[in-house]
């Protein structure tokens, strides 16, 4: 422990000299210390504190999912600034939209492929209802039971569960015994009504969207949780969301991952706003474990952030990497992300962890290891 103080002593700033001390004690850091951090942290300072965490935690284990996406529609009837889809909905002739049908298509290509989870998320439909729904999650779960189905977050929940008239609560339970096991973390974006009201002003609000988190916790499901940084928000905009997230996740324990998604400009209306340098794609990174200390789990999604970066971030507090498979996700494509290439296969993954001297062990949804891949060939 006192290794790590040892590493900082040409710290002069008593500050953060402070916020390092409170680390190094498990003592949790206030709202200010997470705005100082930003402020004034090195990438050294901060790449040390939060390994620390991370190995506290996770040692060198980097925990990897095999899982594929749908992408039900790409047509949207909300006009997020951020997002690349949202224009779409006035041309809805040039999106797609899938019926049950095709996407249990896309589950069946799957069948002898060793995926342990499903990610379904995209566009808000207004034919896409709860009940539309509620058959393919019934369908996905009769023709393959054990596969974990992670889907839909609180913008589209929100819209589906006003449409067919339920609460929060109902329309939770009856989608999770259809088969929902967990939800995804999107939709969150910066909760602060300063910066929500600017970049996507008509979608469920911050109180929404963590009340639909909560519901699904209550009802025993885990989710993870987003943040879209590097925009129009300022440092304290970053902290008080993830300040509502320890708050919520003190409460019901029921989030597994933070995983921070860098704003990208291609496409939308937002392009004239510079994407962040990687040395604040790193604090960021290095920030969220620091202050999120009730969170088991950081990821980094490397469509959106890019394969070389994304395993700079394993140096950063994060001890998860996303995206195996056929991850081409067309919302990070189509907003500029230069991961246009088909995934990365499972030996890739292993050697780009390996590379950054890790453990890569193979998670399921909720984190029981697999297999793993530092005692093993991938
Ligand atoms: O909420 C949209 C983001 C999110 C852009 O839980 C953009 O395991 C950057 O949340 N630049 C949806 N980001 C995806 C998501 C996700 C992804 C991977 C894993 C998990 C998980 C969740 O995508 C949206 C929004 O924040 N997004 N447009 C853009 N231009
Ligand atoms: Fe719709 Fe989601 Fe895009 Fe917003 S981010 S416009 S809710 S698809």
């Known amino acids: 422990m006192n290794n790590v103080l040892s590493l900082l002593e040409d710290t002069k ?20 210390d997470g705005v100082t951090l930003f402020e004034k942290g090195t990438l050294g300072y901060l790449g040390t504190l939060a390994n620390f965490v991370r190995e506290s935690k996770h040692g060198d284990n980097t925990y990897f999912n095999r899982n594929f996406h749908i992408e039900p529609t790409n047509v949207c009837v909300f006009s997020c600034n951020f997002c690349s889809y949202s224009k779409l909905y006035a ?62 977050t609180p913008v589209e929940l929100d819209y589906m569960f006003k449409k067919a008239k339920l609460s929060v609560e ?28 600017q970049i996507c002003a008509d979608k469920v609000d911050a109180n929404g969207w963590l009340h639909i988190h909560k519901a699904a916790h209550n009802l025993g499901m885990h989710s993870n949780a987003t943040m879209l940084y590097g925009h129009i928000e300022k440092y304290w905009h970053r902290i008080d969301h993830m300040e509502r997230l320890r708050q919520l996740q003190d409460e019901t324990k029921g989030f597994n ?27 960021v990174y290095a920030i969220g474990r620091l202050y999120l200390d009730n969170f088991n789990h950081i990821k980094a999604y490397w469509p959106m952030l890019g394969r070389h970066n994304a395993q700079l971030t394993l140096n950063f507090g994060v001890n998860d990497i996303d995206g195996t498979i056929d991850d081409t996700t067309k919302i990070y494509s189509m907003a500029g992300s230069e991961e246009q290439t088909p995934a990365m296969t499972t030996k890739e993954l292993v050697t780009l962890i390996k590379q950054a001297n890790r453990k890569p062990i193979e998670r399921d949804t909720l984190y029981k290891v697999i297999n793993d891949f530092s005692v093993i060939e991938a």
């Open 13 to 32: 700033d008593r500050e953060l000299l402070k916020i390092a001390e409170k680390i190094v004690n498990s003592e949790r850091i206030s709202e200010e």
């Open 170 to 197: 109902e329309g939770m339970a009856l989608l999770h015994q259809s088969g929902l096991d967990s939800l995804p973390g999107g939709g969150a974006e910066i909760f602060h009504p300063e910066v929500r009201e």
């Open 91 to 152: 041309k809805r002739d040039e999106g797609w939209e899938l019926s049950v049908e095709q996407m249990m298509h896309i589950v069946k290509k799957y069948d002898n492929q060793p995926v342990t989870e499903v990610h379904i998320v995209g566009g808000v439909h207004p034919k896409m209802t709860l009940e539309f729904f509620v058959d393919l999650l019934k369908q996905i779960k009769s023709h393959r039971p054990e596969l974990h189905i992670k889907g839909f």
């Open 257 to 283: 991952t933070f995983i921070p998604l860098k704003f990208r400009n291609k496409d939308n209306d937002m392009s004239h706003i510079a994407e962040s340098s990687v040395i604040e794609d790193l604090k």
